[in-house]
């Protein structure tokens, strides 16, 4: 199964004049769902690792890694055991640069863009820590994820940075959350940066990114995109969502194993931007995809497998997959 997903919950019903053409369409996705069904849920069991029994509900938090790609990642290990010195010197930036390349031209990327991290709370982090180190104003959500809040905790704790949360109140549309995120803007026109989700983590809503990042953008205010469930269920062009940073898990709904993660910047934001950890190896074509190359002695496999998981969407379809999971939801 590729578990019950609760993440796309849609606006559109909710919009009184496009009603009609939101049922219309609500019945033509049964239709296509329907379709879906027989080829992807039980009829995929065997391609998963799962245990006989065990219906696997809660993909959302740790994902489940198809066989090819679990084969994929093993191969790597063995490369990496065979020669570690060869494998952290040679090796492994090469077979990185691949992998980063293909997962760039799969979100509507410039490679040089991004990065590879462990997982969405390490870009965030990442992010938050690099951009605020002394006083400032944090805007997020009331439906951030806890990470997202206990780092802008940490933040208010150690640097005395303002914390705003922005409360939405459900139920809720789009409309309703693009005036609040307006509204907010122009109470703290001092803001320093604007934290959103594009998929929230509970209760499960798709937060319409695209608008609301030009309303910061006009504002001057950077913006952030935690977008940790996004990869893999939604289809991605980071390009057009522009915002200054965009975070996304690959163990979740792309099926890569766990710790791989990317981290997107916009080029005038990059300097700024470091990993939690700094060591003193790495390579890349510029300062940013150095800093991000090496972060001390890691597996690196995990995000070299995501090439797998990309393969293994593409064989099945990666648009009807996101079709059957939209489908479930």
């Not at 849609?10 to 879906?36: G, I, Y």
């Not at 802008?152 to 949360?165: G, K, N, P, R």
């Amino acid at each position: 199964t590729f578990g019950l997903l609760c993440t796309l919950v849609q606006f559109a019903a909710s919009e009184n004049p496009q009603n009609m053409q939101a049922e219309s369409a609500v019945a033509e996705a049964d239709e296509t769902w329907k379709h879906l069904s027989e080829k992807f849920g039980p009829h995929l069991r065997a391609e998963f690792a799962l245990e006989d029994g065990y219906t696997n509900l809660n993909h959302g938090s740790y994902g489940s890694t198809p066989h090819f790609v679990t084969k994929a990642a093993h191969q790597w290990q063995r490369e990496m055991e065979a020669c570690p010195d060869r494998w952290f010197r040679q090796t492994m930036y090469t077979e990185l640069e691949k992998a980063r390349g293909a997962i760039a031209k799969y979100v509507g990327a410039d490679p040089e863009d991004l990065v590879f991290v462990e997982n969405a709370s390490h870009g965030m982090n990442a992010v938050l820590r690099s951009l605020i180190t002394g006083p400032a104003k944090v805007l997020y959500l009331s439906l951030a994820y806890q990470m997202v809040k206990n780092a802008a905790s940490y933040l208010h704790d150690t640097f005395e940075a303002q914390i705003v949360e922005i409360p939405i109140t459900l139920p809720t549309s789009v409309d309703q959350i693009v005036e609040a995120v307006s509204a907010a803007l122009a109470a703290h026109p001092d803001a320093s940066l604007l934290s959103l989700d594009h998929i929230t983590s509970c209760p499960a809503l798709v937060m319409p990114v695209e608008r609301l990042v030009p309303l910061a953008r006009a504002r001057g205010v950077p913006v952030v995109v935690d977008g940790a469930h996004a990869l893999g269920q939604l289809e991605l062009d980071l390009s057009r969502i522009d915002a200054d940073f965009y975070v996304a898990n690959a163990h979740k709904w792309l099926y890569a194993p766990k710790s791989a993660a990317i981290l997107w910047a916009r080029k005038d934001r990059q300097a700024r931007l470091f990993p939690t950890t700094v060591s003193n190896l790495g390579r890349g074509d510029t300062p940013f995809q150095l800093r991000f190359s090496y972060q001390g002695t890691s597996d690196a496999t995990s995000l070299l497998a995501t090439a797998a998981a990309l393969q293994f969407r593409e064989r099945l379809g990666d648009a009807e997959i996101r079709g059957y999971l939209a489908g479930l939801a």
